[in-house]
């Protein structure tokens, strides 16, 4: 979500909670005297064989879709949107970008541009990505989809496909992403009901790259107390992984502007229906969120990847390094490595200290 969200929300970020993760790093000992449990030993890897977070210095919505050996990287910028290709996620720092799309000066989807993701779908490249009227008032937000014929999306020409929406229900829609299941092609969004300003995550199934066919379904809307820090109350960012016979759907909780930002997930069977929402169980509780220990503060919007040899899952995504700095261009990218349970769920530990020296994903 952009840095003008907070125009859109006005007085939202005067309602910011205290950083409630720090308590987690507390322990009452003798006399009730809180203690700080000592951080496990850094081993440190050989030179040059090491990365260090944030990757840049902004990028909030962070989103890469690997190909043929390279990364294609994309966050918001608000005004275009930009494409940075690399062979080394570790190496996104010295990367140039490339401008693929500039909105045009006015029109319904000249300003705002958030959230782009990136696809190759039947031969041919696609960006998804939310936009409105040039300005401050976001409540015409909608989703927009961009095509590219060139074997790189670097390169060639992008062509306007239009408006991606369900006519029965053209509400405020942003963040989609694609889900493909049981030979289907799906798109899951944040988006409202026409009724409330309340953030919900819906799907719908695709004919092609560029049309939803048939009613849209909601899927999640914030229940639990993480889920709403607000206002704005807010499920958003949905983002899909899928391992052995399970698919996840990991999304956004909160208001961006809060440093409780914080990631849910919804789980289901890889053959199950995802239109249904009895397919989905949703977790009680966030499964990635703040360290301010760890200077990690709003962590969320986020995307996977796995390394380039094929053995290491990474989660990427956005915090900010000081608490308190909203839903803004402070918001800088970041990503780790990632493990799994032995249920076959994703365990994505603690947002990893800035500045400290992890080793590169597996192949770089």
């Not at 969120?289 to 990474?314: I, L, M, V």
Request: proline share 9%; charged share 15%; hydrophobic share 35%.
């Amino acid at each position: 979500m952009s840095d003008t969200v907070i125009n859109h929300y006005a007085g939202a970020c005067r309602r910011y909670l205290p950083a409630l993760g720090l308590l987690a790093l507390l322990s009452c000992q003798d006399g009730g005297k809180a203690t700080v449990a000592p951080a496990p030993p850094v081993v440190t890897p050989p030179a040059g064989a090491t990365f260090t977070n944030p990757l840049l210095a902004s990028g909030p919505d962070p989103w890469v879709y690997q190909k043929d050996g390279f990364y294609y990287y994309m966050h918001t910028t608000n005004t275009n949107l930009r494409i940075w290709k690399t062979a080394k996620m570790s190496e996104l720092g010295s990367t140039s970008s490339v401008v693929a799309w500039t909105p045009p000066p006015a029109g319904p989807a000249s300003g705002n541009l958030w959230a782009p993701e990136l696809y190759f779908l039947d031969g041919k490249w696609y960006i998804y990505y939310s936009a409105g009227p040039a300005g401050t008032n976001l409540g015409q937000q909608r989703t927009w989809v961009l095509e590219n014929a060139s074997p790189d999306p670097t390169t060639g020409t992008w062509v306007d496909k239009g408006r991606l929406f369900s006519p029965a229900a053209d509400f405020w829609a942003i963040d989609g992403t694609i889900l493909e299941q049981n030979g289907q092609r799906y798109f899951i969004w944040s988006g409202h009901n026409g009724q409330d300003g309340i953030q919900r995550l819906y799907i719908s199934r695709m004919s092609n790259p560029w049309t939803l066919t048939g009613a849209r379904v909601e899927l999640s809307h914030p229940e639990y107390i993480w889920e709403n820090v607000g206002p704005p109350y807010v499920n958003e960012g949905p983002e899909i992984l899928k391992r052995g016979d399970k698919t996840f759907l990991v999304y956004s909780a909160s208001f961006c502007g809060t440093d409780q930002y914080a990631l849910g997930m919804l789980t289901a069977a890889s053959t199950a229906d995802p239109m249904l929402p009895s397919s989905w169980t949703k977790s009680t509780r966030p499964v990635f969120s703040q360290s301010p220990a760890n200077r990690a503060y709003a962590t969320g919007h986020n995307s996977f990847f796995t390394s380039k040899d094929g053995q290491e899952s990474w989660i990427l995504y956005h915090a900010n390094s000081n608490p308190n700095e909203g839903c803004v261009e402070k918001r800088n990218p970041r990503m780790q490595q990632f493990t799994w349970n032995p249920d076959g769920t994703p365990n994505f530990g603690t947002p990893v200290a800035i500045n400290t020296a992890l080793p590169r994903p597996g192949g770089e």
